[in-house]
């Protein structure tokens, strides 16, 4: 298990941009996966973006070109997600999640608001 706190939201201009970083209670360099989910007010969690221990990535795709996630290389316990050109419907709360291992409990962190609006 690793405990997982988000920060980064916040309210930014349609076309700005933002980066979020999840610190882990632990190092996830090893994790098997990990990645960043949305929820908007009255939908449901979605996937953003997921990075796999092996460096496969892959992104949704309504924010393909635009957000990129990463690992910190210089700190083995901090996932980021930069997010660029942001829009109106990229508002809702971001999620950080982590699978340390296939077959393992997922661990999900308390969430960031982010609100693109003008």
């Known amino acids: 298990q690793v405990q997982l706190v988000e920060s980064g939201g916040g309210l930014v201009q349609p076309g700005g941009s933002l980066r979020l970083s999840c610190a882990a209670s632990?190092?996830?360099?090893?994790?098997?996966?990990m990645g960043w989910y949305r929820q908007a007010p009255g939908k449901q969690r979605e996937l953003v973006a997921l990075?796999?221990?092996?460096?496969?990535?892959?992104y949704a795709d309504s924010v393909k070109g635009r957000f990129t996630i990463s690992r910190d290389i210089a700190k083995n316990t901090v996932l980021l997600l930069q997010m660029n050109s942001l829009k109106p419907e990229d508002t809702g709360v971001y999620f950080c999640?982590?699978?340390?291992?296939?077959?393992?409990?997922?661990?999900w962190g308390q969430g960031t608001q982010v609100t693109v609006s003008s």
């Open positions: 999640n982590a699978l340390l291992r296939v077959g393992a409990i997922e661990n």
């Open positions: 632990g190092s996830i360099f090893s994790a098997y996966r």
């Open positions: 990075i796999y221990r092996s460096g496969i990535i892959n």
